[in-house]
């Protein structure tokens, strides 16, 4: 039986027509199979390799380049939270922010909640450093934030 489902599958063939090849199509696949599932299995990386017609090690290479993928071993929390720890974040509180929302998440950079709300990350420039420090929030950014804004945004997820 497939891991991935016939609408998965449809959405990544939708995408051949707008890359010059299949190959091409591999990282676009990799987001669009670990935002439904929230991670890229052994066995979405063999399906995905099917599609493009390309040998597993291969997607599996595109995939653990980038460091940005979860596997089955440590799926996505609901929301991935990431706190950024460039400069101009780390001026204006980013790593005690970061540092605070570990503590209050009870989790490190990398890890999901127990109860898989939140997936925690540290993030580079975010591009919003106007409003250091920031948060992304899947696809929101958060800016100017405290311990306490995080605190209550946290609570809203
Ligand atoms: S340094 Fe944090 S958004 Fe640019």
New binding site residues.
């Given amino acids: 039986m497939s891991v991935l489902s016939e609408s998965l599958r449809e959405k990544i063939r939708a995408l051949f027509p707008n890359y010059p090849n299949k190959r091409a199509v591999t990282l676009p696949a990799l987001h669009l199979v670990h935002d439904e599932m929230r991670q890229v299995s052994i066995e979405a990386i063999r399906e995905i390799g099917q599609l493009l017609e390309l040998h597993p090690s291969e997607v599996h290479d595109t995939m653990t380049f980038y460091n940005f993928f979860k596997d089955e071993k440590h799926p996505l929390g609901k929301h991935r939270v990431w706190v950024?720890?460039?400069?101009?974040?780390?001026l204006r509180g980013?790593e005690e922010l970061l540092a605070h929302a570990c503590e209050k998440l009870h989790v490190g950079p990398g890890e999901t909640t127990k109860d898989g709300r939140i997936t925690l990350e540290f993030?580079e420039?975010?591009?919003?450093?106007e409003?250091?420090?920031?948060v992304l929030v899947d696809d929101n950014c958060h800016m100017n934030l405290t311990p306490e804004s995080f605190d209550e945004l946290s609570k809203t997820l």
């Fill in positions: 950024c720890r460039s400069i101009a974040c780390a980013g993030a420039c975010l591009g919003a450093c409003g250091a420090p920031c």
